[in-house]
Antibody, heavy 114, light 108 residues
Framework: HVQLVQSAAEVKKPGASVRVSCKASGYTFTTNYMHWVRQAPGQGLEWMGIINPSGGTGYAQKLKGRVTMTRDTSTSTVYMELSSLRSEDTAVYFC?????????WGQGTLVTVS | EIALTQSPATLYVSPGEVATLSCRASQSINNNLAWYQQKPGQAPRLVMYGASTRATGIPARFSGSGSGTEFTLTISSLQSEDFAVYYCQDHNNWPPKTFGQGTKVEVK
């Protein structure tokens, strides 16, 4: 069955970078799209970006220059790195599979910037 | 850029009653709307896509309708496990980056 397992929670200082991982299993990793979505405390869902089956990426305009998404096909893992962290980046970060809607989600990774 | 507006922000419903959630798009998105359910401390779960197609494992008491700019998610005979926040998402435009702000379904 499909599983997306994310890395553990992180606490970072302002100005630092964070890398969150998402390990996929139960399906063909290289033929699927993966997105990252974040959710600040008590807030709604914010789309961050996408990595396509070819490894190409697209990012939300407000995060361009600070976010990088990569993948390792040998381990079926995608990574999201966010740099120059600020307090407003405190959120739960989710990976989610799908081309246009998201049928499977990771469990979420809390990143606290403080 | 398309905006999705959900109403109401909070819906108070008694168990066993019907819940009707609305999502309005600022311009036509055909029938390309998804709904997600999110419970506290959990990831969102896909409920509906293509406006009216239930996702795998979603019970038949959930139904979706609408096209263009007006969409509805209806939960008939609300069960205890249905109390959650529901988000709509535009999947007509690529990338699928637009979510509504959410409707919280609470016990009346």
């Amino acid at each position: 069955h499909v599983q997306l397992v994310q890395s553990a929670a992180e606490v970072k200082k302002p100005g630092a970078s964070v890398r969150v991982s998402c390990k996929a299993s139960g399906y063909t990793f290289t033929t699927n799209y993966m997105h990252w979505v974040r959710q600040a405390p008590g807030q709604g869902l914010e789309w961050m970006g996408i990595i396509n089956p070819s490894g190409g990426t697209g990012y939300a305009q407000k995060l361009k220059g600070r976010v990088t998404m990569t993948r390792d096909t040998s381990t079926s893992t995608v990574y999201m790195e966010l740099s120059s962290l600020r307090s407003e980046d405190t959120a739960v970060y989710f990976c989610a599979r799908g081309e246009d809607y998201f049928d499977f989600w990771g469990q979420g990774t809390l990143v606290t910037v403080s | 850029e398309i905006a999705l507006t959900q109403s109401p922000a909070t819906l108070y419903v008694s168990p066993g009653e019907v819940a009707t959630l609305s999502c309005r798009a600022s311009q036509s998105i055909n029938n390309n709307l998804a709904w997600y359910q999110q419970k506290p401390g959990q990831a969102p779960r896909l409920v509906m896509y293509g406006a009216s197609t239930r996702a795998t494992g979603i019970p038949a008491r959930f139904s979706g309708s609408g096209s263009g700019t007006e969409f509805t998610l209806t939960i008939s005979s609300l069960q205890s496990e249905d109390f959650a926040v529901y988000y709509c998402q535009d999947h007509n435009n690529w990338p699928p980056k637009t979510f509504g702000q959410g409707t919280k379904v609470e016990v009346k």
